[in-house]
C-alpha cells in the first residue's frame, strides 16, 4: 500500500508563502496521478492542485496564479509552493495519489494524514 507523508504546514501572515511536500516510502511515486487537497471544519473537502506523471496540472479557480504544484521523482516528491497567502486558504491541507486520472476529484486510493495551513489576517 502506499503511504504518503506531508509536511511544510504552519503558521504565516496574509499574503506570505510556504511550501508543502509530500513524499512517499516503500513505493515509487513515477506513474501516480497527485494531488493536493484542504479542509476546513465544517467544510467537504476541495480539491486545490493536481499533476499527471508528464507534469499537466490542474488548479482549483481559487488558487490560479497563487499556487503552483510540482513534482520531482527523482527525490520521490511532490510539492505545492503557495504564495499571496490569504486567511480564507486556511485548511489542513493532504496530499493524494492514485494510478486513476481523478484529477481534483476526492477519490483518490491512498491519502495522508494531513498537515495544518493557518493564515492569519
Known amino acids: 500500500q502506499v503511504q504518503v507523508v506531508e509536511s511544510g504546514g504552519g503558521l504565516v501572515q496574509a499574503g506570505g508563502s510556504l511550501r508543502l511536500s509530500c513524499t512517499a516510502s516503500?513505493?515509487?511515486?513515477?506513474?501516480?496521478?497527485m494531488a493536493w487537497f484542504r479542509q476546513s471544519p465544517g467544510k467537504e473537502r476541495e480539491g486545490v492542485a493536481a499533476?499527471?506523471?508528464?507534469?499537466?496540472?490542474k488548479y482549483a479557480e481559487s488558487v490560479k496564479g497563487r499556487f503552483t504544484i510540482s513534482r520531482d521523482n527523482a527525490k520521490n516528491t511532490l510539492y505545492l509552493q503557495m504564495n499571496n497567502l490569504r486567511p480564507e486558504d486556511t485548511a489542513t491541507y493532504y496530499c493524494?495519489?492514485?494510478?486513476?486520472?481523478?484529477?481534483?476529484?476526492?477519490?483518490?486510493?491512498?491519502w495522508g494524514q494531513g498537515t495544518q495551513v493557518t493564515v492569519s489576517s
Open positions: 493524494a495519489a492514485d494510478l486513476v486520472d481523478w484529477w481534483l476529484l476526492p477519490r483518490y486510493n491512498y
Open positions: 499533476i499527471d506523471s508528464d507534469g499537466s496540472t
Open positions: 516503500r513505493y515509487h511515486l513515477w506513474g501516480y496521478y
